[in-house]
């Protein structure tokens, strides 16, 4: 069933508080649901269709009230793509005309790097700076272009320079290597890419050193997606991209990470299969 409106459906201001410390140790506050990007490899954006948006009034009414109950010191804004938000720099800047004296910080995990302003960077870091994910895909704009993931090398090194120029020391950068399509090139373009984003130029007005932290998983094609039918790449191509950008990125500045290819492989088998994989389950 679809919920028609974000205005009526429940939301929890009293959420239970753990007693152990979660990955996510925040309150989290859904803004909107769906998004209008249609990158093609994401099932969560075809699933959650239409977009439907909080209002910013609900929004600090369910903050100011779930803060008294939980007494965190930090909101998460949710969405897939929290920068598209119609009305977030009015939003922001209410919640920190509200939170800044409690010392409650505000992170947004979800941000297009051409929605990331210098304004919400700001906004953002007036109590404490909290972190920037940016997650251009794929290194080459040709193969951006076929995923449909908008961005171009300006708008990413753009939005990294201004978060370095503010003071940010650690930026997440997300790609993928195994989408349709691509060649030899388009990883090529990937290191170039981490490269520039690394050097001085980008760096020059920033303070203190920074680090990205630069993120790699292999390409799982999801049902119901415009490339449900594409094919994964083997274990072994899947471990010579990574192993090849592992060797050329490891570089002061820069801290790669990557999905373990044989996880990556089990989670295209059950993000594809039917029933008949539950005894191997």
Same mark, same amino acid.
């Given at each position: 069933a679809v919920v028609p409106s974000l205005t009526e459906a429940p939301f929890p201001f009293n959420p239970v508080v753990p007693f152990g410390k979660p990955i996510h140790d925040r309150l989290r506050l859904e803004i909107a649901r769906g998004c209008t990007r249609g990158c093609r490899f994401c099932q969560a954006g075809i699933l959650y269709r239409p977009?439907?948006?909080?209002?910013?009034?609900?929004?600090?009414?369910?903050?100011?009230?779930?803060?008294?109950? =939980?007494?965190?010191?930090?909101?998460?804004?949710?969405?897939?793509?929290?920068?598209?938000? =119609?009305?977030?720099?009015?939003? !922001?800047?209410?919640? !920190?005309?509200?939170?800044?004296?409690?010392?409650?910080?505000?992170? #947004?995990?979800?941000?297009?790097?051409? =929605?990331?302003?210098?304004?919400?960077?700001? #906004?953002?870091?007036?109590?404490?700076? =909290?972190?920037?994910?940016i997650a251009p895909e794929a290194g080459s704009q040709r193969l951006r272009d076929i995923v449909n993931k908008n961005l171009t090398d300006a708008e990413i090194i753009e939005t990294v320079q201004n978060a370095f120029e503010l003071g940010w020391q650690v930026i997440k950068l997300y790609f993928m290597v195994g989408l349709p399509f691509e060649i030899d090139a388009d990883i090529k373009a990937l290191v170039d890419l981490v490269q520039k984003l690394n050097s001085s130029g980008v760096r020059k007005k920033g303070k203190g050193r920074g680090t990205l932290h630069v993120s790699v998983a292999t390409f799982i094609p999801k049902p119901h997606t415009p490339f449900q039918w594409a094919p994964q790449i083997p274990l072994e191509a899947s471990r010579e991209k990574i192993v090849c950008l592992k060797r050329v990125l490891n570089r002061p500045g820069i801290q790669f990470k990557w999905q373990n290819p044989e996880v990556s492989l089990l989670e295209g088998l059950w993000a594809r299969g039917d029933r008949r994989l539950s005894s191997l389950l």
């Open positions: 977009v439907r948006e909080r209002s910013p009034d609900d929004l600090l009414n369910m903050a100011q009230n779930s803060l008294a109950a =939980t007494g965190y010191d930090n909101i998460s804004l949710l969405s897939l793509s929290t920068g598209d938000y =119609t009305a977030i720099g009015y939003l !922001m800047e209410k919640l !920190m005309g509200r939170c800044e004296d409690q010392k409650v910080a505000i992170s #947004l995990p979800s941000v297009r790097a051409g =929605t990331l302003t210098p304004k919400l960077m700001q #906004l953002i870091q007036r109590v404490r700076k =909290t972190g920037f994910t």
